[in-house]
């Protein structure tokens, strides 16, 4: 398996325009996470899914982000409008889904590194 | 506010040498969990450690939990360069919607 793959892993773009991140999460996997990472706030966690399903978006910081699963092998994140403050490396894990008790392991993409000038 | 605070924040050691790391989280957990991040890449699963274990070990990684003081250990042994990284304790919850948080890491840097 090649893993979780993100899609792009740079993109440079303005204020006010629209910005798409892409995951493929492994193949099987029942979970997927999308996170963001930046010096001041470490790894947050903005939203995960279920086979499919949202589950838990109270990470999402505002309206202007929004993500989607329309299928079991695709999710996307989208910025619009970005804004300088977004600037972040983006990150998308899937996992197979053990549950609370068992624990899952998260396989981590490489993440989209975001920069909004 | 974040489950898991690690510390040191940073830590620079002798190849050779045992490197500690340790985290504290603020509510009980199902199980904690640490992961390794190489600069610029994604994080790595290293290790898991269930609430009722107290001990682990995987290879040069040692693994310790303490429920009673929610804190967990990461010892790393006879430390190598490779081993350069940040390290991050992840910890789910027994409540609430089944999600791991991130704790803030330890930079760790092995010199040659």
């Known amino acids: 398996d090649a893993g979780v793959i993100q899609s792009p892993r740079h993109e440079v773009t303005e204020m006010g325009q629209e910005v798409t991140l892409r995951c493929k999460p492994i193949s099987g996997h029942d979970y997927l996470f999308w996170y963001r990472q930046t010096m001041m706030r470490g790894l947050e966690l903005l939203i995960y899914?279920?086979?499919?399903?949202?589950?838990?978006d109270s990470g999402m910081p505002e309206d202007r982000f929004s993500a989607k699963m329309p299928n079991a092998s695709f999710s996307t994140l989208k910025i619009q409008p970005s804004e300088p403050r977004d600037s972040a490396v983006y990150f998308c894990a899937s996992s197979l889904g053990g549950g609370r008790t068992t624990g899952d392991t998260q396989y981590f993409g490489p993440g989209t590194r975001l920069t909004v000038l | 506010s974040q489950q898991g605070e690690e510390d040191p924040q940073a830590l620079s050691i002798q190849e050779g040498e045992n490197a500690t790391m340790n985290c504290s989280y603020k509510t009980s957990i199902n199980n904690l969990q640490w992961y390794r991040q190489n600069s610029g890449r994604g994080l790595v699963h290293l290790i898991l450690i269930r609430s009722n274990e107290r001990e682990k070990h995987s290879g040069r990684l040692r693994v310790t939990l303490d429920t009673s003081k929610k804190s967990s250990s990461l010892l790393i042994t006879a430390s190598r360069a490779a081993d350069t990284a940040s390290y991050f304790c992840?910890?789910?919850?027994?409540?609430?919607?089944?999600?791991?948080?991130f704790g803030t890491g330890t930079r760790l840097k092995v010199l040659a």
């Open positions: 899914f279920n086979n499919n399903v949202p589950i838990d």
């Open positions: 992840a910890t789910a919850s027994t409540s609430g919607t089944y999600k791991y948080i």
